[in-house]
């Protein structure tokens, strides 16, 4: 969906933080790389991990869920088994805004059983390059690379309409702190969901609030 | 010190990642965002932080650690005191390769009492923009923004020469593995350092291995 149509249809209050986010793709979107953004994971001996990945958009309209994708032999889907905590940090060069984002993933993958995510996850494949599409027919990632097997990259790339690949997971990024920095103006935003109090634990989902820190 | 210079006044065997860096580093210098890199540490709660750091040059000729600052009063000091694990992520547009760089870091403060470090510390001080001197005599960051007090924000820039701020660190990153993918040619290598035998131990330090891995 294109971010202007995007920004249109959501009917909803939405976070002033995806606001921002949706306005800073726009106006970084003449670079190419103003969607890749920086993964952060803590792997089972409790040192960080660090990739860049593709943003493949919200969740939903009503969900602010950030989605990427991976390959199910990748190291990180073993290590998001064991602990599901993440920060991307993602940077507009042309805005000069940096905005990090933590919260916990879930790995969407061929054996997921809830209706939604897997239909986001159909969704996002269809939505993927051929060549982006090819890599999940490729020899298992971060192996030692057997160079006698050309052949072996060279496999037809699946078309949009065929059936996902057991390799596509989609990872889901639950937004639970947000922090904007602004070094044109140098501006430091946090926004986190109010506090929860003991009558109102159970009802709707908790509204953000901004605060402005020292950058 | 310019790249090209640094390259040719390297006496001993470079290791090959650093000068894959170095040639990196050249052929995206157009960008002004070339040099910031992402910085993920691991917090006390065992959830991963992630910020973009500016990447001040390698320690020396002779050390292959990276080097970046910080404010002493930043949260991630004391996050590093708990856990000194962290990974980079680099990412060069111009190119399109991503480094992966982790190992340990070691913060370079004013109470620090190592001479070599200290000399660091006070030349890449010497190195920083007038502007970027200047933040280091800012108000406390992260800390809720009083906004009355806008006076706090222009205080004189120490100059180049100007003692070293007691709040300025220099963050020293030793490196122990580096993976660079090339998305143009799909090509993934592996850099670790080679496994140290039973009597080389305590010899010189050890080789760095390449192993081409899938990408």
Known sequence: MALAAEAATIGRAVPVWRSKLLKSLAQNKRLANSRYVQLATVRPDNRPANRTVVFRGFLSDDDDSLTFVTDSRSRKVGEVAANPAAEVAWYFP?????????????????ASTDGALQAARKRVWHNMSDPGRQQFAWPHPGLPRHLEDPKAWDCPAPAPTDPVLDTFCLVVLHVDEVEQLKLKSNERFLYRRQQATA?????????????????
């Open 94 to 110: 042309e805005t000069r805004e940096q905005y990090r984002l933590s919260g916990n993933l879930t790995i969407v993958d061929a």
């Open 199 to 215: 009558e109102g634990a159970a009802a709707a989902p908790l509204a953000w609030v901004e605060e402005p820190i020292n950058p």
